[in-house]
């Protein structure tokens, strides 16, 4: 199998071309049968070490990534630094040294500021993988997304993207708007103005646009994704309450009605039930939430197979 | 003591010289300006200026001298020393120290200091406020019996109208200029770069124009109904120029300076996260930088200034939105004002010295400096306008070591730098 990923980190979509996603879409489709065997293990990165470095909590993706290790028999090590720690005195870049002074080949980064794996990248001879950083990029995601999107409606190019909710504060947002548009299809935004400024279509050449209203984002789409709204941004107040939002900007079931018929709707969780999505929304048969967080291992899986350079999968292995 | 230096091109733009011209030094104060064809006198030290530009002291309205409270980050005496190696004879600290410089103990306290160091003039900044907190007038007046030149709340910006109105008409009747780092901060609280394009590329909280053009503004009306002299700090964006240059055509007490990363860099600096980059005002866009050197060109920008912000290498080894802002300065700044504005076209040498002594002087009232006209201190800047040179961070003076241009190669560099008559740096061979 020829590596079609030639860099050595991951650090968002943004700076990949449309093959590099491709490849790395193509790879997690031969890793997709392991996880259905009944021995969920291959021994592609057999002696690699990898470090699920997280300064900021996750469950979901943290686990995520483990399992991806491990189904891959890598040794995975989980470190949670609350940011409190560091401000006991390490720096980051202390912290950083000293992680890769034990040599491990990939380390697997979260934190809540923005750059973070650009800044461990530069320091580092661990591969880096970026498991969403600040409000710039969460590539994982949108490599699941697109996992599940090309499930469901077999291509990527050609369809009409609708994104939903705080798009101004969403890595998910960010790093799905540059893998989709970079792949062809349209993207539009909606929310309130206030989380969905209008000179976000500036973020890519073309295929973005900002909707004037969620009905407009909606209409006539093949995707609906939902970002999370995080009610802990809501002291600074960007818009009036909760559930104002639900009735003005969440997806209903009547919202929902604008999209095409087939359109699937997605959420990266967790979701916060009545407010973003309705929960006869999220329950339905469009809802492919749970495939989303099955693909998510499969593409970190690939992710993490490329970052170490492991040897090809061999089906009698 | 006497000494001659000889063999120099003069630009003296206070004194409208641009000439070969010998000066005559006596006692820390020029005495005269002789021929080259004279002979010259006896008994007296000579500086051969070999044929380089000999330019009043360059006066730095704005630098951080972190001294009294950080001097992990910087001290008065490695200040002084970063100072005279990029050619500036004078440099007016912020009252951003620890304690804040709000009272004349401290104005005091960072003279005596400067003076135990020997090299350049240090000419305080005194607060606005008490602890800069906005609230209650600071001893302005004795601040400046002390010695301090102005007043300013530089990073704590007075945030209301009606306590900056008041400080003006306060100022204005001690005669001191009222500097005002512009930013609104309920524009801007939580922004770690220029709000724009790059800042929704990079995911990073932006700091719009807005918020410096709004207070900018403000601070211009109220300079007009005072009467007071606002200096604005650091010009970064389009409508702060333009702001300025109304103002100064209806005759408003209004003066500017810029400091030289915005004019060389954008926030496009911004994209590999770096927190050698990360300042405020933060760089700004294309379009914003070539308003500012716009501004340059046609003087509404009356000075250069660094706003030399010395941070611990770890204080910056942080994650982009937790490090301070600021980066250092004295020793880069007239090798990219020489690169960008000279090398370029904007303005000539003539106009640079202007931007950086004899204007810098008469902002800030500096009697007998920004000119080296006879009776003048003798605080002279001699500049080989050819020298090519690299920047390496490692050789800088300054304590602290945050600076982008770490690598960047110019032509123009200040090769010796003179305070009262004294020869205080004088560039090796590099």
Known sequence: MEKPFHRRDLLGIKDLSAEEVLGILDTAESFREISSREIKKVPALRGKTIINLFFEASTRTRTSFELAAKRLSADAVNISVSTSSVAKGETLIDTALTLDAMQPDCIVVRHSSAGVPHQLARISKAAIVNAGDGTNEHPTQALLDAMTIREHKQRIAGLKVAILGDILHSRVARSNIHLLTKLGATVRVAGPRTLVPEDFESLVEEGLAVAQSVEEAIEGTDVVMILRIQKERQDSAFFPTLSEYAVHYGLTSERLALAKEDAIVLHPGPMNRGIEIASEVADSARSQILDQVKYGVTVRMAVLYLATGGRPVRDEE | MRLLIKNGHLIDPAANENTGMNVLIEDGRVSAWMKQSEPDPEDIEIFDAGGNLVAPGFID??????????????????????????????????????????????????????????????????????????????????????????????????????????????????????????????????????????????????????????????????????????????????????????????????????????????????????????????????????????????????????????????????????????????????????????????????????????????????????????????????????????????????????????????????????????????????
Not at chain 2, 341 to 348: D, N
Not at chain 2, 353 to 366: D, E, H, Q, W
Not at chain 2, 395 to 424: C, D, E, I, L, M
């Open chain 2, 61 to 430: 309205l704005h630098v951080h001298l972190r001294e009294p409270g950080q001097e992990h980050k910087e001290t008065i005496a490695t200040g002084c020393a970063a100072a005279v190696a990029g050619g500036w004879t004078s440099i007016c600290p912020m009252p951003n120290t620890n304690p804040i410089n709000d009272n004349a103990a401290i104005t005091r306290y960072m003279i005596e200091q400067a003076e135990h160091a020997g090299l350049a003039n240090v000419f305080p900044i005194g607060a606005i406020t008490k602890s800069s907190d906005g609230i209650e007038l600071a001893e302005m007046a004795e601040m400046k019996s002390a010695g301090a030149v102005a007043v300013s709340d530089d990073g704590r910006p007075v945030p209301t109208a009606g306590m900056m109105r008041r400080a003006m008409q306060y100022a204005r009747d001690h005669s001191l200029p009222v500097i005002d780092h512009c930013e609104d901060k309920s524009l801007s609280s939580g922004g770690v770069m220029h709000e724009g394009k790059v800042s929704l590329l990079l995911g990073l909280k932006g700091m719009p124009a807005l918020a410096e053009e709004i207070d900018a503004v403000r601070d211009i009306l109220l300079a007009r109904e005072t009467g007071a002299h606002i200096h604005i700090a650091h010009v970064s964006t389009a409508g702060a120029v333009e702001a300025v240059r109304r103002a100064k055509a209806e005759g408003v007490r209004v003066t500017c300076e810029v400091t030289p990363h915005h004019f060389t860099l954008t926030d496009r600096a911004v994209e590999g996260y770096d927190t050698n980059t990360k300042m405020a005002p933060p760089l700004r866009s294309k379009e914003h930088l070539e308003a500012v050197i716009e501004g340059i060109r046609d003087g509404t920008i009356d000075a250069i200034a660094t706003d030399h912000a010395p941070h611990h290498a770890d204080e910056k080894a942080l994650e982009f939105d937790r490090a301070p802002f600021g980066i250092i300065g004295l020793e880069t700044a007239v090798g990219l004002a020489f690169n960008e504005l000279v090398e370029k076209g904007v303005i000539g040498l003539e106009q640079l010295v202007r931007l950086c002594s004899a204007n810098p002087a008469k902002i800030f009232g500096l009697e007998g400096r920004g000119t080296l006209a006879p009776g003048a201190h003798a605080d002279v800047t001699i500049i080989d306008p050819d020298l090519e040179w690299t920047y390496d961070v490692r050789t800088t003076r300054s304590k602290s070591r945050n600076t982008p241009y770490h690598g960047w190669t110019f032509r123009g560099a200040a090769v010796a730098t003179f305070v009262g008559g004294r020869q205080v740096y004088e560039r090796n061979g590099e």
